[in-house]
Structures are given as structure tokens and as C-alpha cells.
């Protein structure tokens, strides 16, 4: 199992537990998860740790469980069985991985239930889990349900923590942002001879297993880039066709990365397609140079908007006045989403906790077409790692909405927009470290300018 170096787990891992120990006064239980099977028990999808628990525990250890009190750390878990062996090989003690994460207790799962009076938990991701966790508090733990006030209140610390990443974190990340850029580079440089999405697809993810990573998410390689999170690779690669590959590595203690580009198959965008990818190109990285800390991210999201909307006037795709049409949602007709969201352990972090992490409290989602889908609604924070992810896609159903199309017959040049039939989607996504100071881009390796990319997929770079 790999894992950081001993004294700096622990030592991360202690100064953690102490951070939310001034957050909360009661117990804490958290569960790490059981795999959950796929098509026979014994054949499960890979397991992934509860991010929480990782969070705390630092490995991800299988069916465990931890319990923190006033910067304490027990560890419950069995060890392996001796036919557990057999298949498996044979696993670190229980001691020796409590010395790892610097548990002060460690003992088997059976010993748990004397240790749950008023403890405060978050429910895991498998039902196995969650009902063990309701059976041995006996309440309900669901992540839908409405939480019990502690647990409520061990969400909003948890958060509190998360939001901000400590050094040790920065490091994971920084880590995953490398592979996930070299990745993006295999992929461009597959294109070259690939003639299906899927060989592009396996080109990427070579790169990162091969650094011993996992995906942070279902990898997106497609040609059908307007289908957000499009999960088919199936399509043949044809001469003229724009690749959108949003791709991003987890590190072995789950950290993870986030990252899109998109570039002509045949390594020379057509006019159209330059033309749609520098107005998206333009939003990115005003949106980056707008990043800094006491910023509202919904601004960030609102300048992309903006600028995305000037540059579809001067295409004269849309008509109107930037403002105007930003107001009055018709930019979402063709960039439908939020500019990006928090990333840390999970690729949309603490989603698991709807928009507790998301959104400061007292705000909402809004109902309006154009912040919907805005998942991140804070001002930027020192330690904030989040996306810039502006995107500009024709959605055949939104675009032939027959309602839509009504409303905004004014706002759109459809004829003028048919000349632009080969930009089916395009994105272009980083991740941004927000410093003390302003913003430092964990990706920036990895070019998004035309000329560079289409030098990378002619592999003349
Ligand atoms: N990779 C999923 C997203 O960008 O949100
Ligand atoms: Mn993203
Ligand atoms: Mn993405």
C-alpha cells in the first residue's frame, strides 16, 4: 500500500484532528466503506475510501472505522482472515497502520459498539455502510435525509476544514495536476494514429495507472463533446471532428485533479472551430486572472458569462447587448453550466453534503437558467482549490427547444449559428490554487493555445 512517509501522515493527521477538535466538542465516527459488487459478491468494483474518513485516516483502509474525540484517534478494524489471505496476500497488522496514521487505540470492528454514545457521523457512501452506521447509532444516517443537529454540525466543521488545504494536501494535489497534464499529452499526441475515442481514452488513462493512480471520475474522450458528461467511447475519430477530453488522476490517498481540453483530431481546427474555442479561451483565463482571495466565485461565474457573450455577439452568433443577454440567461444556451467547483478529495468536493461546502451559509441555488448549475458560491479563500471550466456546447435539446427557441428568437442569429455545425462542445478546464495573493494554476503546464495544441496532436513539439 502506498502511502506518504510515516512521521508526515501522522503529524498531518494529528494537526487535522486537533483543527476539529476545536469545531466540536462530541465523538466523531467515521466510516471508511465496503466495495460494493458488481455482478457476484466476490467480484466488486475497486474500492474507494470514504473521503472524510481519508481525510482523517490517511489510508484507505477497507471496512474500518475511526473515532475522534478531543484530538484523539482510535482505529477500528479486523485484521485479515487466514482465507482473506489466501486471495488477497497478506495485509499490515492492525497495530502497524495505527502507527502509520498515529491512532492512540486500535482496536477489532466488534469493539465499536461500546464507543458510539453521542457520536456525530457522516453517512458512507455504500447502503451496506450506511446501514450498519443507523444500526449502531440507531437513528437514521442517510445522505438525503435531514441530518441530526450533531451531525449537521460535524458536516459544517468537517467543511470548515476541507475547504482550506493544508500543505500536506497541496502536495497530493499538486501530484495528481502533473499526471492528469501528462495524460492530457498522451492524448494529444494518440490522435495523431487513434481512429476510435476509445484508443485516445486508453492512451490518457495508461499514463495514469502506470503512476499508480486511478481516475478521479469516469474519464470524458469524446467527439460528441456537447453531451456533458458524455460516458461512451465508441465513436470512430473523423477527419474534422473537435476532441473533448476532461481527464483527471487521484492519488493513491485519494487526492484528486480535474482537467479538460479540446483540440482538433487532425491537429488544424477549422475557422469555425478557432473562432467558438478562442471566445471559450478568452473566458478562461479572464476568469483565472479574476481569481484571488475575498473574490465571489458567482462573479467569476458572471465574468465568463459576460465574456462569453461578447464573443458570441462579435461572431454574431448572439445579438444584443453582452450585459443584456447575460441577464437574461441567453449565454446558458450554449454554456449551460457552473464555471467550475471546489476539488480536493473529491473531484466535486463534499458534493456528498449537497451545497454545504458549496454554498456559504444562507445562500441557495438560484432558479435562474444561467446559475442553476452553479455549484461553488463563496468568496475565494487562501487554500481554496477550485476549477475554471467555461465551456461552449450545442445541446440539441436545448437549442431545438421549441419554448426556448421562442424566447430567445431575438437574442440568436440561428443562421449564422449553422455556419458553426462542426463546434459540437467544447471546454477548457484548470485547477487554481487561490494563495495569499492572488491564484496559482496546478495545471498550467498544460498549454491551451490553438497553436501549441495543434503543434502538440502534429507531434512537432
Ligand atoms: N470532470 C467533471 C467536471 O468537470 O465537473
Ligand atoms: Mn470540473
Ligand atoms: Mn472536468
Known sequence: MQTLDRPTLANTLKLRRQQLAQHVKFPVLLWSGCSSSRNFPANTYPFRASSHFLYFAGLPLENAAIRLEAGKLQLFMDEASPAAALWHGPMPKRDELADAIGADEAYPLEALKAWTEGAATIAAQDVATQQ?????????????????????????AIVSLRLRHDAAAI???????SVSTTAHLAGMAASRTATTEAQVRAAMEQVILANNMTCAYSSIVTVHGEVLHNNHYHHAIKAGDLLLADVGAETASGWASDIT??????????????????????????????????VEYREIHLLAARVMAEGLVELGILRGQPADLVDRDAHALFFPHGIGHLLGLDVHDMEDLGDLAGYAEGRVRSDRVGLSYLR???????????????????????????ERRSHYQDAVNWDRLAEFADVRGIRIEDDVLVTETGADVLTAALPTDIGTIEQLVRGRV
Not at 171 to 177: I, K, P, Q, S, Y
Open 132 to 156: 450498519l452506521q443507523a444500526h449502531l447509532l440507531n437513528r437514521p444516517v442517510a445522505p438525503t435525509t435531514a441530518p441530526q443537529d450533531i451531525d449537521l454540525e460535524l458536516a459544517r
Open 171 to 177: 502536495a497530493e494535489l499538486r501530484h495528481a495536476a
Open 261 to 294: 481540453r479540446t483540440w482538433a483530431a487532425s491537429g488544424t481546427f477549422s475557422p469555425s472551430q478557432r473562432a467558438v474555442y478562442e471566445v471559450v479561451l478568452t473566458a478562461h483565463d479572464a476568469c483565472i486572472a479574476a481569481a484571488r482571495p475575498g
Open 376 to 402: 461553488l458560491n463563496r468568496p475565494l479563500q487562501p487554500g481554496m482549490l477550485v476549477t475554471i471550466e467555461p465551456g461552449f456546447y450545442q445541446v440539441p435539446a436545448i437549442l431545438h427547444d421549441p
